[in-house]
């Protein structure tokens, strides 16, 4: 299938460099602020609506600030293209609320939240779903922030739209960041680095922990955790301790071994895409559009609605506001 690209960073040359390695995919046009200065190599138009009559394209993929989001996906649901929109879809409350008044909650529209689709987080939530730790109750999420964070906490939750309390406090302390986007700092003098620590009740005994340290994504001086807690057992990280029976408690490590995750017998996640040296970025990202191609055609389920990236980004925000006091 054909689609066009909107923007022209980091993330869009990722996704640029994904797709063309999919044989059924195929980027035909970008859209960028200056034509003339997009590196990715394919015809560039600064307006969407040329870039559409030009290239006759299936849908439409946004990898631009989430200030620049919503007007490009009202536009793109203006002209019948179905999208694929970076996260979050818009940058605050009253900018999801607009987004959602124009376009409505069942747009054709698909958020590119891609953590639970990375191959370590598809296996613990495949583990977690076939129900040896019981019901899960509490998720604590130490790894990612914001809207990511929380599509993590609810997708282990199992957690829909209902209300949650949320508390959260944030301190300051110093911390060496060794590494950036660009590589190594080889800046040894610690900085200010934030963190935010929350509590998201969903009720009936449903909770989510979120803490996250700015710049934690990258800090090597940090480690990424992940807990879940359930009726009967519990994962931490990479390892189950469970009940499979009175009187006994096991504990499972999960096993990644030539792209396949394992808990012992069983077979929690399979790389699909063994021949092609992708990360779990990647991974996660090409199964994202591969997803999105297969909805479109009406021949799959959608990914992640929009409205799941809507309250993905509300709870957040709820975050943001009850850390800073509001």
């Known amino acids: 299938m054909r689609f066009v690209l909107a923007g022209s960073g980091f993330r869009a040359a990722t996704i640029h460099r994904v797709a063309s390695v999919l044989p059924e995919l195929s980027c035909v046009g970008a859209v960028v602020r200056v034509p003339g200065r997009c590196a990715l190599p394919v015809p560039a138009f600064d307006d969407l609506a040329r870039c ?4 006759r394209p299936d849908f439409l993929v946004t990898a631009v600030p989430r200030t620049a989001n919503p007007g490009l996906i009202i536009a793109a649901a203006g002209l019948g ?16 609320r607009a987004l959602l008044a124009a376009v409505g909650e069942s747009a054709p529209v698909q958020v590119a939240e891609q953590y639970p689709l990375m191959p370590t987080h598809a296996a613990r939530l495949a583990a977690v779903r076939s129900g040896i730790i019981g019901t899960p109750t509490q998720v604590q999420v130490s790894s990612t922030q914001q809207h990511h964070a ?5 997708a282990y939750l199992g957690a829909g739209h209902e209300p949650a309390v949320i508390r959260a406090v944030r301190t300051v302390a110093p911390l060496v960041d060794p590494l950036d986007r660009g590589g190594w700092t080889d800046d040894p003098r610690p900085r200010p680095a934030t963190t935010t620590i929350a509590t998201l009740d969903f009720g009936a005994g449903r909770s989510g922990v979120y803490d996250f340290t700015t710049g934690q994504t990258r800090n090597m001086l940090r480690f990424r955790r992940l807990l879940v807690r359930g009726t009967h057992g ?16 096991v504990r499972t490590p999960l096993t990644r071994h030539l792209g396949t995750i394992t808990l012992g017998d069983r077979v929690l996640h399979r790389d699909p895409y063994p021949d092609l040296r992708f990360n779990d970025d990647e991974i996660a990202t090409a199964t994202l559009l591969q997803a999105t191609a297969l909805w479109v055609r009406g021949a799959g389920p959608p990914p992640y609605p929009l409205i799941e990236g ?10 943001e506001r009850a850390a800073s006091g509001r």
């Open 150 to 154: 929380v599509a993590l906490i609810r």
């Open 234 to 249: 519990e994962l931490r990280d990479d390892e189950i301790v469970h009940l499979p029976r009175a009187r006994t408690v």
């Open 81 to 96: 293209l179905p999208v694929l929109a970076e996260t979050p879809p818009a940058a605050d409350e009253a900018g999801l």
């Open 310 to 319: 809507v309250r993905d980004h509300e709870l957040a925000l709820a975050v």
């Open 52 to 55: 559409v009559a030009a290239t």
